[in-house]
């Protein structure tokens, strides 16, 4: 109420009366509500929102209103990331070779991409030493770099000789001692001589990367040998590493079969001759 209706009010002889007349008149004034003195810059609920080309919903200000992209194939509608009107969209493929160093311009030597291999030791033509025996019932551990997030299926190695194992298993595992995949017996192949592929189960894919990955291989009944990369000292094989992230190491003696989980802390840097060669697909 204004200042001149509460005089009105306490003049009157009728303050029931009086006081219903200002609040009327206080109603009927648009020219200031509840202390709002410009009513202009009020929105009324009848203000609409209209939705524009390629999209949908809206209204007017009575109700909550929301809006929603169309799409479709048509004028007037959105393309979604898959739409077929989308052309010369940039390929990843670049991206990825980049990733994985196959466009690197400041190397231009031999990469495991040229043998179609995602990681390898080293370079099976600079391998200098034939082979030594894995001791059956140990695992080893061979660290793989893994620059970048892909599925790894395939384990490769290289075995000089036949032998007569009555279990081999090969292994993918993550630098905390998790294992991420496992393959069936590959004894059979070890039966003769040769470059080996052994399958994992189910392949696996980092799902960030990881920098790099053990191979685990473990043979139960009868030991074999691997093309070995190195012949050189423990010092060299594991060079200012700590077990626990070492290059090739073990991890357990006396097994019948892989290990369900590891402490890496556990490990035993490798023998002089257990830099053993592989690469992984």
């Given amino acids: ?71 479709g194939t048509s004028a ?57 025996a894995l001791t059956a019932g140990t695992f080893y551990l061979i660290r793989l770099p893994v620059r970048f997030a892909q599925a790894i299926s395939t384990a490769w190695v290289n075995c000089p000789s036949a032998a007569s194992p009555t279990t081999v298993e090969f292994s993918l595992w993550t630098p905390d001692g998790t294992r991420r995949a496992i393959s069936a017996n590959a004894a059979a192949q070890f039966t003769g001589s040769g470059t080996k592929s052994i399958n994992f189960g189910t392949p696996y894919t980092p799902s960030a990367p990881v920098d790099w990955l053990w191979l685990g291989v473990i043979t139960v009944g009868a030991a074999f ?32 079969a892989t290990p369900a989980s590891i402490t890496p802390a556990s490990n035993t840097l490798a023998a002089v001759g257990e830099g053993w060669w592989a690469a992984l697909s």
Avoid: C
């Fill in 1 to 71: 109420m204004s200042g001149g209706e509460y005089t009105l009010l306490a003049q009157s002889g009728d303050p029931a009366g009086t006081a219903a007349a200002a609040v009327a008149a206080h109603e009927a004034d648009t020219t200031s509500v509840h202390g709002i003195a410009n009513t202009s810059a009020l929105v009324l609920n009848t203000r609409t929102l209209t939705a524009g080309t390629g999209l949908t919903g809206g209204g007017d200000l009575s109700a909550n209103r929301t809006f929603a992209v169309s799409y």
């Fill in 76 to 132: 007037g509608t959105a393309a979604e990331g898959n739409d077929t009107r989308i052309t010369g969209a940039a390929s990843t493929t670049y991206v990825d070779d980049a990733i994985a160093g196959r466009h690197d311009s400041s190397f231009n030597g031999p990469r495991p991409s040229d043998y179609g291999w995602l990681s390898w030791t080293q370079d099976p033509k600079t391998v200098t030493t034939t082979s030594a």
């Fill in 225 to 256: 040998n691997l093309t070995r990369a190195s012949g050189v000292s423990v010092t060299v094989l594991n060079p200012n590493i700590t077990a626990a992230n070492a290059m090739f190491a073990t991890n357990g003696t006396g097994l019948s």
